[in-house]
């Protein structure tokens, strides 16, 4: 295994400090958008809580200063109290408001993030699903979508990081202008002492990203490793092929390379953290040093230089907590962009066909010179094709491994579109139609087809509406040959078919392949696909599955793509693929009979 990480260029290299920190402003809007298209109401809340925070700051500290007065001044101590009690008063209900909008600010943003995640989640999916298939072939297109899942997942964090940032910045601003008011000197100073911490924690961030982006390809292997090695689908395979050693020593080499990149971090980490704290700890020895000399050599007052102390303290811890949750936000705003990218290149990829439709009954589908090349590839996997469907004809496409027989199928079904000529279906070009009513009119079964971890009936109702009663899932499972089966199993057609599952239960390969089967019968399309749809069935099986194809084709144009030489012969018509052109058209009979691929092949699958 030579795979080695490769994801694009990090768009941080080239970002200089002062551009990462002028990010903040435009993701704090973006956050604020996207939790205001979540819950109107909690945002306003959030932004009124805010509002009270910074408020009540100064209050309090304005109130702490006129109560020091008295305080500290001369006369009996009933007098002092006396006479400090109004600000006193003001100073706890400031800090009775500040507690109370800081709890209603949890509140509000506990009744974004759920929702807001979920939003995130929900649009990721649902883009990686409603692109156009032929994305999923383009490099890089995974690992892009790894990188986005870690937007999503900074969403749990992104709202909570943003409201305590704004409510620091707030309280900071206040806290710092009733400072200024006190001395002019002071401010300037306890800025000097936390922006070193401010510059580490935006430094730190932008190695932690750096490590990340270096690590999305091995993340992104890694996952499947785990799902290749775990996943009980495969584990008869692992298991017997002796392969769980090889692939546990794979799983921990990847996670090896991935703990590599981040130890190789950590001195630069160590350097920033110590150098930072060095410098903000010397501006803080000399923002108090200056506030005792101040206070010592007579030029401020002790009334004043107590609510100095005061002051400072709340400024510093309002200061830390902008450095810190800034930090975090900036860090968000790199995921963020990463999951924005992503949601951008899906949207480019989404089809964008024309608004034509398709409609049942499909009579014919024609395809002119059709012509499609895999992204990366330079050979036409389907070079040129023209062929006539009719509807109540069977066509049988034959062909040996990768001559295109699947991609045919697909470029028919307009899961891709084909690069060059035209596939028109009841003479409407489907590059053109609304994707979703072509595929309103196809059944297929593909090759490699899906065994879903559902009840029985649902492997055959997948995404139809479906009756109240289970008649028409019983003609589809009889047609099949399946009620036995179904039957046997413990609750019938409400078994859950997913043996990892308690309760579930497991079908043979054969039994699966039979279901997916009568999954595509059952929607009774106007185009039925089966590709090598008998591989895994018994003869009683395959016999069965080609009878009824044949019987209900009438109504229907059906595309049979098989390696069984002999049951081509239901087909109205065959032809013979071979480096994605048509070689050779004909019926069973006339290609029998030439001596061509078609009477080559079948003679081979007779003489074994
Ligand atoms: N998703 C894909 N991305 C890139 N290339 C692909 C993809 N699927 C198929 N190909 C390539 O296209 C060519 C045709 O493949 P296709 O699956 O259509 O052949 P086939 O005739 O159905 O083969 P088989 O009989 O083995 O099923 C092959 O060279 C294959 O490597």
């Not at 870690?150 to 707030?170: E, P, S, Y």
């Not at 949750?325 to 990218?341: E, I, K, P, R």
């Not at 409407?428 to 072509?438: E, F, G, N, Q, R």
């Not at 297929?444 to 997948?462: D, G, K, S, Y």
Request: hydrophobic share 45%; glycine share 8%; aromatic share 6%.
């Amino acid at each position: 295994m030579t795979y080695s990480g490769h994801y694009s260029v990090n768009p941080l290299g080239q970002v200089g400090f002062g551009a990462l920190c002028s990010r903040l402003p435009s993701v704090l809007r973006r956050i604020t958008a996207m939790a205001w298209r979540t819950d109107r109401g909690a945002v306003l809340l959030l932004l009124t809580c805010q509002l009270v925070t910074g408020v009540s700051a100064a209050v309090l500290l304005a109130a702490t200063a006129r109560a020091m007065g008295p305080l500290l001044g001369g006369g009996t101590v009933a007098d002092r109290l006396h006479e400090a009690l109004p600000a006193l008063a003001v100073v706890a209900v400031a800090s009775a408001l500040t507690r109370a909008s800081v709890a209603v600010a949890e509140y509000a943003e506990r009744r974004i993030t759920p929702r807001l995640t979920t939003a995130t989640d929900s649009a990721l999916v649902e883009s990686v699903c409603r692109v156009e298939a032929a994305a999923y072939a383009t490099d890089g297109f995974s690992d892009r979508q790894e990188a986005a899942e870690m937007g999503v997942t900074r969403t749990h964090v992104m709202v909570m990081d943003a409201q305590r940032f704004m409510a620091a910045l707030i309280k900071m601003i206040t806290a710092g202008g009733v400072l200024s008011v006190l001395n002019p000197l002071m401010l300037p100073l306890l800025l000097l002492a936390v922006a070193p911490a401010g510059a580490g924690a935006v430094l730190t961030a932008r190695v932690d990203y750096e490590i990340h982006y270096a690590n999305v390809a091995d993340r992104n292997v890694r996952g499947m490793t785990r799902w290749w090695a775990t996943t009980p689908k495969y584990g008869d395979e692992v298991r017997a092929n002796g392969m769980t050693d090889y692939i546990l020593y794979w799983y921990r080499a990847l996670s090896e390379r991935v703990d590599q990149r981040s130890l190789a971090a950590a001195p630069r980490t160590l350097r920033i953290a110590l150098l930072s704290s060095l410098a903000g700890g010397a501006f803080l020895a000399a923002t108090w040093g200056m506030l005792a000399w101040l206070a010592v050599t007579g030029r401020i007052e002790p009334a004043i230089a107590a609510t100095a102390v005061v002051a400072v303290q709340t400024t510093l811890a309002a200061l830390s907590q902008v450095v810190v949750n800034g930090a975090a936000v900036f860090h968000t705003s790199l995921y963020l962009s990463d999951m924005q990218a992503f949601f951008d290149d899906a949207a480019r990829r989404a089809p964008k066909r024309g608004p034509e439709a398709v409609r049942a009954p499909v009579e014919e589908i024609r395809l002119e010179e059709a012509t499609y090349t895999y992204p990366g590839k330079d050979r036409p996997a389907v070079d040129g094709v023209s062929l006539t469907l009719r509807r109540g004809e069977i066509l049988a496409v034959v062909g040996v491994n990768g001559s295109g027989k699947s991609t045919l199928t697909r470029l028919i079904t307009g899961i891709y579109l084909a690069d060059k000529g035209r596939i028109t279906w009841n003479g409407t070009d489907i590059a053109h139609a609304d994707p979703a009513t072509v595929w309103n009119c196809t059944g297929l079964v593909p090759q490699i087809f899906a065994q879903w971890p559902l009840r029985a009936r649902e492997n055959v109702t997948l995404g139809q509406p479906r009756s109240t009663d289970d008649r028409e899932v019983w003609e589809a499972v009889d047609a099949v040959g399946m009620r036995e089966a179904i039957d046997d199993l413990p609750a019938g057609l409400d078994t859950l078919l997913a043996r990892e599952i308690f309760g579930g239960a497991e079908l043979s390969g054969g039994q699966w392949q039979r279901l997916a089967c009568s999954r595509a019968l059952y929607r009774r399309p106007p185009l039925l696909i089966l590709d090598e749809p008998t591989s895994q069935m018994d003869p009683r099986g395959e016999h069965g599955i080609f009878e009824k194809i044949k019987a209900i084709s009438g109504d229907r144009i059906t595309i049979v793509v098989t390696h069984r030489l002999e049951n081509t012969r239901i087909a109205d018509h065959i032809v013979v693929m071979e480096r994605g052109r048509i070689t050779e058209r004909g019926t069973y009979d006339d290609l029998t009979h030439a001596d061509g691929t078609f009477a080559d092949l079948l003679r081979l699958s007779q003489d074994r």
